[in-house]
């Protein structure tokens, strides 16, 4: 664009449908709060800025939104007392510069297209004012857009100040505006609240605009998602799932095989490689990515993980890097029922079977701990092989240690390793063993009280009454 855009961002209101004491806009959608992704996707259309507006809950929304990447500037303004949305631009005019244009957004709309809004500003060209606009079936309680007969905007009619004529019009300002900014400023000193409500409101502009002989036109769309507001619970759970369809299509697009696209849930970046399968009720939260072939099976939690090709993960398994992040290598085997924890690092062709945990933890090519296992600040060689109910005993009340067991070593059954401690490459631990101390590599371990057996021996019975 030949002009820069600062984007103006409604995020004042308390949300008190919403029912809760967390302010409507940190409410999240698809894993982010629905005021970031307004900022967002200003972000996506080269914004210079993007100016909060803040009221109730201020220093929270404050907070809990943050600065889009790409170089967009966040700023934040407050609204106090709320007087209306013409009130609110007000607090943001002595941000705004003058060379740009002002693109009015708000925070509680959180699906509006990139690309809608680019034709939005793109109608604008800088030089008139652009609204969007969306026909409505039933459009009880939005401002109704007032045309010409030559289809241009003559002005926009709030629901309780229309007449009954202009409440028949089904064509409905959606909010969103692209004026530019020198023009917005002047107008938004000359708003009064001679209204039903006894507020400020933004779309006066409008007349303003026109009454100044600038062309106001709209640019209308059919996809109510795209102007869809949160004002309850049931409407943040309808966006959601409309999100979600979205999600599920553009992956479907690049050729993910989606068991169905109504059971899966992104709450975060899913990167997909070719021929990648997803059974029905996933989640994927924060940064996952999903190299070729790799099959995610159903009822599966992935967060900030890297799976790399071939990979299979069975159902029921649980997989979170949070910050220190979980990497699975090619061909590997998890689950069903198995749980990586931040910090879990899989070679090649390793399985991690079921209730089996894995934390802060190095496995090697092949290295396999196929059932009800703990593996905990360890570092484990290849092909290893790991009992079941065996334990890396890592904590010892204060601290953390580290167990090392190198290549080719077997560790039977019920086995506790005691930290720190080196089991030496190609070495054996014998079932039921705790190991404190190393072991040198190729030895047999055995470390358990002696059995005893004493024949014949009655098991005591209960006395009669």
Known sequence: ????????VMAAGKGTRMKSQLPKVLHRLGGRALAQHVIDTAARLSARSVVVITGHGAE??????????????????RQA????????????????????????????????????LQALLDLCAGERMALLTLDMPDPTGYGRIVRSADGSVQAIVEHKDASEAQRAITEIYSGIM???????????????????????????????????GLSVQAHRIADAVQV????????????????QRRVAEALMEQGVRLADPARLDVRGALVCGQDVEIDVNCVFD????????VRIGANCVIANAVIEAGAVIHPFTHIDGE???????????????????????LGAEVHIGNFVEVKNSTLAAGAKANHLAYLGDATVGERVNYGAGSITANYDGANKHRTVIEADVHVGSNCVLVAPVTLGAGGTVGGGSTITKDTPPGSLAIAR?????????QRPAKKKP
């Open 286 to 293: 924060g940064q996952v990515s999903l190299a070729d072939g």
């Open 449 to 457: 009280g002696k059995q005893v057996t004493l024949p014949n021996w």
């Open 178 to 212: 692209a004026v530019p900014t020198r023009l917005l400023k002047g107008w938004l000193a000359r708003l009064d609240n001679q209204n039903a409500q006894g507020e400020y409101y933004l779309t006066d502009v409008v007349k303003f605009a026109v009454g100044d």
């Open 60 to 77: 929270r929304v404050e907070a809990g939104l943050h600065a889009p990447a790409g170089g967009t500037q966040l700023k934040f303004v």
């Open 81 to 116: 007392p709320q007087l209306g949305t013409g009130h609110a631009v007000q607090q943001a005019a002595p941000v705004l510069p003058d060379d740009g244009v002002t693109l009015v957004l708000s925070g509680d709309v959180p699906l509006t297209r990139p690309e809608t």
């Open 1 to 8: 664009m030949s002009f820069p855009v600062d984007v103006v």
């Open 323 to 345: 910050k220190l992040g979980v990497s699975v290598g090619p061909g590997s085997l998890i689950g069903p029922f198995a749980r990586l924890r931040p910090g879990a690092r």
């Open 228 to 243: 869809a507001g949160v004002n309850s619970p049931l409407q943040l759970a309808e966006l959601e799932r409309a999100h």
